[in-house]
């Protein structure tokens, strides 16, 4: 919530993540309840640094599910 | 060799026909000339349609197709407290990251695209008016 621009970045990867998780092999199902269970988890992350690592962390999932 | 030679005889038998149809239509042009005076092109595009007539969804409809999905929307605990004022995190229990979802969904419904910033501002049921 500090930063909006982090805010919009993380929420544009959470709807890419969502988007990929469509063709995800265990069901869109699973992956959507572990994917919103793994940012909600780093809901308090409040350092703009922390967040900026766990964007990357999304980014690299990403990448992972794309070669899925 | 074979290609080139289908090509000369393909060239020469067009030419015989276009040479023998001549005749033939300078003998037919005056008959036809009578009957394409009298032919006036009423309706030339009969199976004509606007696409972009005006057909928009009324709001009563819009609010029953949100409703409809928020009913199915899994995380939505108590559909009772559904109206379309509700909140979506104080009434529905939703966090953040479910908003997200809920417009992806609405982006789908409607097959329309929300720009990030309007989505910040939707929050409950009652601002996707």
């Not at chain 2, 009913?71 to 109206?83: I, P, R």
């Not at chain 2, 479910?98 to 695209?113: G, K, L, N």
């Amino acid at each position: 919530m500090i930063n909006p621009a982090l805010r919009r970045q993380v929420i544009n990867i959470y709807k890419e993540l969502l988007n990929l998780g469509r063709e995800y092999p265990l069901g869109y199902e699973y992956f959507q309840t572990r994917l919103h269970k793994a940012f909600a988890s780093q809901a308090g992350l409040q350092n703009d640094e922390e967040i900026k690592k766990g964007i990357e962390r999304a980014e690299y999932v990403k990448k992972e599910v794309e070669a899925l | 060799m074979i290609r080139a030679a289908l090509f000369q005889s393909a060239r020469c038998a067009s030419r015989s026909v276009i040479r023998t149809q001549l005749p033939a239509s300078r003998a037919i042009a005056p008959c036809l000339s009578v009957p394409s005076t009298c032919y006036t092109p009423t309706s030339r595009y009969p199976g004509i349609r606007c696409y972009s007539a005006p057909a928009g969804l009324s709001k009563t409809e819009v609010e029953g197709r949100i409703m409809d999905m928020l009913k199915n929307f899994d995380k939505v605990k108590d559909a009772s407290k559904l109206s379309n004022t509700s909140h979506f995190s104080n009434d529905l229990g939703l966090d953040s990251l479910d908003t997200v979802e809920v417009v992806m969904a609405i982006e789908e419904e409607f097959s329309i695209e929300i720009p990030d910033k309007e989505a910040d501002g939707i929050l409950s049921s009652e601002s996707l008016d």
